[in-house]
């Protein structure tokens, strides 16, 4: 399965802004993280937005998560299991996520 393959699969149970951001709520976004270190694509973080209306988002840094901040960021089983703590933290809360996701499957 290719990466955009997966995120056709979940645009459907998420918000797409301007076709380019798949804003997803905690349960989907912790289902897609699953799913794409499943089929061996590497989790890098998310971002954390706010709907505003029908068509804004804003960007908050408060439910946002990436390795580069990580004391696990090298060993992405464990940097994945503190992300999905962080998102399960705040459900129930107003806030979507992108999942940042990479291919790196051939990059050799």
Not at 35 to 48: I, P, T
Not at 60 to 75: C, F, I, K, L, V
Request: proline share 3%; charged share 25%; with cysteine.
């Amino acid at each position: 399965m290719k990466l955009t393959e997966l995120e056709d699969i979940y645009k459907q149970k998420g918000f797409c802004k301007d076709g380019g951001i798949l804003l997803l709520k905690p349960h989907d976004a912790l289902a897609l993280i699953d799913d794409a270190c499943a089929e061996g694509f590497s989790v890098y973080g998310v971002d954390g937005f706010f709907r505003i209306g029908e068509r804004g988002i804003q960007p908050t840094q408060d439910h946002s998560h990436s390795y580069e901040y990580s004391a696990y960021g090298n060993n992405q089983p464990l940097f994945v299991a503190e992300l999905k703590a962080f998102i399960t933290a705040r459900i129930g809360q107003d806030v979507w996520f992108e999942v940042i996701m990479l291919d790196e499957r051939d990059s050799s």
